[in-house]
């Protein structure tokens, strides 16, 4: 597999993993549990859906390289198969525990927050360490994605600590959230011929190498949100690779149908 090709995959599953966060976030638009949450996530998904939108345009230019065909940002994100997405199986995750079959069920905010607590944690490390990129486009779109990351970041740390450190209720949930989720995070600190790659050509860092910066950032304010990191677990999620949970082909179903329906259409 030439080098082209590795650089290509590692940029999807960047663009990918936003793009299906994002979309997932957008699901509470007109259902947040106050006004002002619903008007944050709605932006906090555009944020997330802009960074995709900048990396599927630049996965196109080294498609393009690679093969000689011509994709655009729509190609990535509505016409192509469950298999060849590659994000992290944590955010296709419904906003609900581990026995909700669609995203029909009833959604639990401390679901939505703890993951995009433990996502944004990892990728303000990421970001940061690919604004040294050999890859002066992926660096720019790193650049601009921090201060976006920092506030997503912001947003979830305080409600958080706000969940684990008020009622009974609100610690039990967010707790069960946590206990729900951790699990997913191996993902992003396994190792493979990818990022191997990437980083001998000094495109970006192997994510092993942030594990221990981002268990710190986490570990420190779930100490303040009186919560307990989950111990680690042995099984690591594949969704980078391709293979999802059950609950990624209700996601891109929905994503994806009106255009399907209406190929090429403008609006």
């Known amino acids: 597999m030439s080098i082209t090709s590795q650089h290509l995959q590692y940029v999807l599953r960047l663009a990918d993993t936003a793009l299906i966060l994002g979309q997932r976030n957008t699901e509470w638009c007109g259902h947040g549990p106050i006004l002002e949450e619903d008007i944050a996530l709605s932006n906090m998904s555009l944020d997330l859906i802009g960074q995709a939108?900048?990396?599927y345009t630049h996965a196109a230019e080294l498609e393009q390289q690679l093969t000689?065909?011509?994709?655009?940002e729509d190609d990535y994100a509505y016409f192509r198969a469950e298999r060849e997405f590659a994000n992290y199986t944590l955010v296709e995750l419904p906003h609900c525990g581990p026995l909700a079959g669609t995203a029909q069920a009833e959604k639990d905010y401390a679901v939505t927050i703890a993951r995009n607590f433990l996502y944004s944690t990892l990728m303000l490390h990421l970001w940061s360490a690919l604004t040294a990129s050999t890859d002066a486009q992926l660096a720019a779109i790193a650049a601009k994605s921090i201060k976006e990351t920092q506030y997503h970041v912001h947003h979830a740390s305080e409600w958080l600590i706000r969940f684990g450190d008020g009622t009974d209720e609100s610690h039990r949930r967010a707790q069960a959230?946590?206990?729900?989720?951790?699990?997913?995070t191996r993902e992003f600190f396994s190792a493979d011929e990818v990022e191997d790659a990437i980083a001998a050509a000094g495109?970006?860092?192997?994510?092993?190498?942030?594990?221990?910066?981002?268990?710190?950032?986490?570990?420190?304010?779930?100490?303040e949100a009186t919560l307990i990191l989950p111990e680690p677990v042995k099984h690591v999620t594949t969704g980078k690779h391709g293979e999802h949970s059950e609950?990624?082909?209700f996601v891109l179903a929905e994503m994806q149908s009106l255009a399907r329906q209406h190929p090429g259409a403008n609006w």
């Open 53 to 55: 939108r900048l990396l």
């Open 68 to 72: 000689g065909k011509q994709r655009s």
């Open 177 to 184: 959230a946590l206990d729900y989720l951790i699990p997913y």
């Open 203 to 223: 495109i970006g860092p192997r994510t092993a190498e942030l594990e221990a910066a981002w268990l710190a950032d986490v570990s420190a304010t779930l100490d």
């Open 247 to 249: 609950h990624m082909g």
